[in-house]
Nanobody, 123 residues
Framework: QVQLVESGGRLVQAGGSLRLSCAAS????????MGWFRQAPGKERDFVAG????????DYADSVKGRFTISRDNAKNTVYLQMNSLKPEDTAVYYC????????????????WGQGTQVTVSS
């Protein structure tokens, strides 16, 4: 089992920045690829960003490319999502997730999920 706990979400004005963190415990963190997803009210849970087990490979949704950066610190068992130039349409609950092998954009392929952290971007 892997336990994931997100933090860092809050209300921010458009154009601002936030850094989300996801702390992992349980099985060795470095065994897992990590992803960030988000879900707005009434919408599906969408892929935002993913990172390979060693940080050597990353992937981003088109909507966040150039604005968001995913990173990880395996020594701290933590994955981060740096979000810049935030827009009202970025408002959602943000979830981190873990899976073995490689990053995918398919939420159903992830094995472990955190409880989510709310990000609200005001216009």
């Amino acid at each position: 089992q892997v336990q994931l706990v997100e933090s860092g979400g809050r209300l921010v004005q458009a154009g601002g920045s936030l850094r989300l963190s996801c702390a992992a415990s349980g099985r060795p963190f470095s065994n897992y690829a990590m992803g960030w997803f988000r879900q707005a009210p009434g919408k599906e849970r969408d892929f935002v960003a993913g990172i390979s087990w060693n940080g050597g490979s990353t992937d981003y949704a088109d909507s966040v490319k150039g604005r968001f950066t995913i990173s990880r610190d395996n020594a701290k068992n933590t994955v981060y999502l740096q979000m810049n130039s935030l827009k009202p349409e970025d408002t959602a609950v943000y979830y981190c997730a873990a899976k073995r092998t490689y990053v995918t954009v398919v939420a159903a392929s992830y094995d472990y999920w955190g409880q989510g952290t709310q990000v609200t971007v005001s216009s």
